[in-house]
């Protein structure tokens, strides 16, 4: 268990809709970063925050967006949902904007209908 | 030409050989060279880390780096069945607000009794 936490777990919904997911970091990392893995794209960053101010941005579509809380959870929203965006959706984090020790989450699985 | 380059594999090995994964880059800016291990299902798990040239030992781990060659590689000894998962490089460059990673498709390895 790497201490990062993810809700939910999988989600299915439909086209053109809009989903929230959630992250909570391990205790004390103030940095989280947002990672999408598809079978085609393999494993890509999307965006990346530190203590609630966003520090670098990956190829995140404009329909997606991300935002860090006072309380160092994390949200990334995605709309207008394409069959494209079914994917694992990773959660990661650490205590400094530096990837060097990266905790990963367990996931969530979208799936788009 | 993708930037990182990895054989997905799958490579199957007999328990107790040494297994010997690798990835090839593109981007001269990389400068720090990881190893994630990631079970079906499961969030990618931070193995190894090195950010220069050389050997870098962690028990039945080694991480090698050629950064003339744009080279690295993971050497797994006494390999186990339970070692037997998906294996990420990842490198990561300064994007002028944090270090963000670029990862390989992943190798599959499967390591039977």
């Known amino acids: 268990d790497s201490g990062v936490t993810q809700t939910p777990k999988h989600l299915i919904t439909a086209t053109g809709q809009r989903v929230t997911l959630r992250c909570s970091p391990r205790?004390?990392?103030?940095?989280v970063y947002w990672y999408q893995q598809s079978l085609d794209q393999g494993l890509q960053f999307l965006i990346q925050?530190?203590?609630?101010?966003?520090?670098a941005k990956g190829n995140i579509l404009e329909r997606f967006s991300a935002q860090q809380f006072p309380d160092l959870h994390s949200e990334l929203n995605l709309s207008s949902l394409e069959l494209g965006d079914s994917a694992l959706y990773f959660c990661?984090?650490?205590?400094?904007?530096?990837?060097?020790?990266?905790?990963f989450g367990p996931g969530t699985r979208l799936t788009v209908l | 030409q993708k930037e990182v380059e990895q054989d997905p594999g799958p490579l199957s090995v007999p328990e107790g050989a040494i297994v010997s994964l690798n990835c090839t880059y593109s981007?001269?800016?990389?400068?720090?060279f990881m190893w994630y291990r990631q079970y079906s299902r499961k969030g990618p798990e931070l193995l190894m880390y090195t950010y220069s040239s050389g050997n870098k030992e962690d028990g039945r781990f080694t991480a090698q780096v050629d950064k003339s060659s744009k080279y690295i590689s993971l050497f797994i000894r006494d390999s186990q069945p339970s070692d037997s998962a998906t294996y990420l490089c990842a490198m990561s460059a300064w994007t002028g607000g944090s270090y963000i990673p670029t990862f390989g498709r992943g190798t599959s390895l499967i390591v039977h009794p």
């Open positions: 925050y530190y203590n609630g101010e966003e520090r």
């Open positions: 990661a984090s650490s205590v400094t904007r530096e990837t060097d020790t990266q905790y």
């Open positions: 205790s004390g990392d103030l940095s």
């Open positions: 981007n001269s800016a990389f400068q720090y």
